[in-house]
């Protein structure tokens, strides 16, 4: 299972960083990865982390805004959001690959966290 927390309101060029604790077993081998959904549309990837944390990836429309980062013996990865924008305004959602290596595609991950709101007032 995948718990995400952390989400909340803040306003423009504000800071958040969001949560995602595993459990049930250990996700050490596994990459994750941050999705995000507005109004139902499809889930757009945002970053990714390979199973060791040592290499990872973003959306272009985040790149450099955004951190992601694992704490594998806590079983937690982490998304460190800054320089928020109205447009970052979405539930996000954390997901685990079973894969070392992450991937931008949301169909290619095999396990789902709950989603939490993210809103960012102009």
């Known amino acids: 299972q995948l718990q995400a927390s952390g989400g909340g309101l803040v306003q423009a060029g504000g800071s958040l960083r969001l949560s995602c604790h595993a459990s049930?077993?250990?996700?050490?081998?596994?990459?994750l990865g941050w999705f995000r959904q507005v109004d139902g549309n499809e889930r757009e990837f945002v970053a990714g982390?390979?199973?060791?944390?040592?290499?990872?990836g973003y959306a272009d429309s985040v790149e450099g805004r955004f951190t992601i980062s694992r704490h594998n013996a806590e079983n937690t990865v982490y998304l460190q959001m800054d320089d928020l924008k109205p447009e970052d305004t979405a539930v996000y959602y954390c997901?685990?690959?079973?894969?070392?290596?992450?991937?931008?595609?949301?169909?290619?991950?095999?396990?789902w966290g709950q989603g939490t709101q993210v809103t960012v007032s102009s």
């Open positions: 997901a685990a690959r079973r894969s070392r290596w992450f991937a931008r595609e949301e169909n290619e991950y095999n396990l």
């Open positions: 982390i390979a199973w060791r944390g040592d290499i990872n």
């Open positions: 049930g077993r250990s996700f050490s081998s596994y990459a």
